[in-house]
Structure formats: structure tokens, C-alpha cells
């Protein structure tokens, strides 16, 4: 069981819930996220299975697309609709200036990370400080904003916004929460996440996604292998290289190669790496070439 099952998150669960449970529905103990999802928050969570599970770092470093409602005039401790308000005030914003706030947060910015969130600050959660009533000084993050388009408004009598649906498509590491509030300061009015649905990570969409019943479904029914998405799909990116039949037993120990091992050239240019297949059509390292020594190094190894 090798591969990346595309979760649809339901309301309720966390991360660490989902993982959990695909456990008990696949009797499998090698699994593991992608990317934490609040346990309010819906949608995307890619769970790498087996020799996948390689993966998941790799996979956290993909940018993510997220729909997030914006309400403005109100802040909380948590950044989102789950905690204590802090103010409440009428927000008196209008829909050109909001698609201006969206705006001046595209592009590359300097993030200061929730208070409510899993970062460690001298080996504790921020979280955990959180819910003691401590407040510690965070540093900033530097996130990129690669598109931030108003998607749908909510108005109110006068005509100026009461909330707004945004399509966020970001950088790894960014908080939707804090760059909502990031936006309600800019706008003088303050604003809170009231909810996240993350439509995309990496390669996988919410088209794709399956809810854990689905899943547990396509188990009872014998059809799990439907679900579950090869280990190359994550890795399209990396041109695809064959072995020699002779260097074969090299190639399973990891060993450096040079390119007269392979069926084709892997040298020149290409940073990106090269996905290393043996002569039975099986995907078994990940490397990558260094030029100055013109040999190739596994950067993972996926053996069966």
C-alpha cells in the first residue's frame, strides 16, 4: 500500500484525527499529513501511505489555494470565528478598497505567525502559551502571496462590506488567519477568518478528494487501489531515467551513479533532479545531478 490518498477534511477533525483514523480503516501504521489543516478548516489534506511517506516533506514544501471568508469589524484571540473577541466595531469598507487591501497583500510579505498554532518558541507551542494567557514576541515569516482575488461580497444596507469570500493561492508556512488580519488592520476596521476550505495542495485538488467514509467504502468493497495515487504523481516534475540492467543491484544500495549507468544522458543543467526507475518500470530513487563531480546523489530512495 504505496501511494497518497487525497483526503477531503471534514469540519471537526484534526490533521492528527484523520491520520488516525485511516489507520484503523487501512490497518496500516506507515502513514503520515502533508500539510496541518485547522480542525475547522475542510478540504485538501494529502496522506502519504508506506514508501510515500518519503514524501511528506517534500510535499509540505507546495504551494496551497485556499477559499476563506473574511469577516470584517471583528478580531478574536484566534485569529478566526473559535475564539474570544477581542473588538467589534462597524467596518465601513467598500469594495475598491477591499480589492485594494487584496492587492497590497500580493506578492511577497513578512508574516508574524497566530498565537494559536503549533510553532515551537523555546520548545513549547505557541498554542499551548496561548491557552495560559501568555502572549511571547513571534518573528516574522517570509510568505508569498501569489494571488489574493475577492471571489464573492457580502453587503451590507449602505452598500459596504460585511464579508468577503477571497481565493487565496500561497507560499508553504502561510496562515490564512493572519494574513486576513494582516488585511482587517490595513483596512483600520480589523477582520477575522470566519471559514477556511483549502481547494488545492500541491498536485491534488478538491475534485479528487474522498471524505474518510468513502474511503472506508472503497475498503469494504474491495476498490481501495481507486483511491490511491501513485508515488510518481508527486514527482511529474522530475524527468524520468531508466537504470542499465547491469548497475541494477547498485542502484538498490543507493550508490552515486554516473551517467554511463543510465539508459540515457542525466547530466547538464537540470537541477531538479531525476527520478531513477529499474528495468522493471519501478520508481526507486529520487536523485539529483552535481555537476562538479558529474555523478548523480539520491536525494530519497524509494525502495519496494
Given amino acids: 500500500m504505496d501511494g497518497i490518498i487525497n483526503i477531503y477534511k471534514e469540519a471537526g477533525y484534526t490533521s492528527f484525527d484523520v491520520v488516525a483514523k485511516l489507520r484503523g480503516i487501512l490497518k496500516t501504521k506507515k502513514i503520515g499529513h502533508t500539510g496541518t489543516l485547522d480542525p475547522q478548516a475542510t478540504g485538501v489534506l494529502p496522506v502519504c501511505l508506506g514508501r510515500a511517506t518519503k514524501l511528506c516533506e517534500l510535499m509540505l514544501e507546495k504551494e496551497k489555494m485556499y477559499e476563506a471568508v473574511m469577516l470584517l469589524g471583528v478580531t478574536t484571540d484566534t485569529e478566526d470565528m473559535t475564539g474570544t473577541v477581542l473588538t467589534e466595531q462597524d467596518a465601513f469598507v467598500t469594495k475598491e478598497e477591499l480589492l485594494n487591501a487584496a492587492r497590497h497583500f500580493t506578492g511577497p510579505y513578512h508574516q508574524v505567525p497566530p498565537m494559536?498554532?503549533?510553532?515551537?518558541?523555546?520548545?513549547?507551542?505557541?498554542?499551548?502559551?496561548?491557552?495560559?494567557?501568555?502572549?511571547?514576541?513571534?518573528?516574522?515569516?517570509?510568505?508569498?502571496?501569489?494571488?489574493n482575488e475577492a471571489l464573492e461580497f457580502q453587503l451590507k444596507p449602505d452598500k459596504t462590506v460585511a464579508e468577503v469570500t477571497l481565493r487565496i493561492r500561497c507560499s508553504k508556512g502561510t496562515y490564512i488567519r493572519s494574513l486576513i488580519r494582516d488585511m482587517g488592520e490595513y483596512l483600520g476596521c480589523g477582520a477575522c477568518m470566519k471559514s477556511l476550505k483549502r481547494t488545492r495542495a500541491g498536485a491534488f485538488s478538491i475534485d479528487t478528494a474522498v471524505t474518510l467514509s468513502e474511503v472506508e467504502k472503497a475498503r469494504d468493497e474491495g476498490r481501495l487501489v481507486e483511491l490511491i495515487h501513485p508515488i510518481d504523481k508527486m514527482l511529474e516534475k522530475y524527468k524520468k531515467i531508466t537504470i542499465l540492467p547491469e548497475w541494477e543491484k547498485y542502484l538498490y544500495n543507493g550508490n552515486k551513479l554516473t551517467t554511463d549507468m543510465l539508459v540515457e544522458n542525466a547530466g547538464g543543467t537540470d537541477r531538479e533532479g531525476f527520478r531513477i526507475y529499474d528495468t522493471k518500470d519501478r520508481l526507486i530513487g529520487l536523485y539529483r545531478y552535481h555537476a562538479e563531480e558529474k555523478i548523480l546523489k539520491a536525494d530519497k530512495m524509494f525502495l519496494p
Fill in 116 to 147: 494559536y498554532s503549533a510553532l515551537k518558541v523555546d520548545g513549547k507551542r505557541l498554542y499551548e502559551l496561548a491557552r495560559q494567557g501568555k502572549e511571547v514576541e513571534r518573528a516574522f515569516r517570509p510568505v508569498i502571496i501569489f494571488e
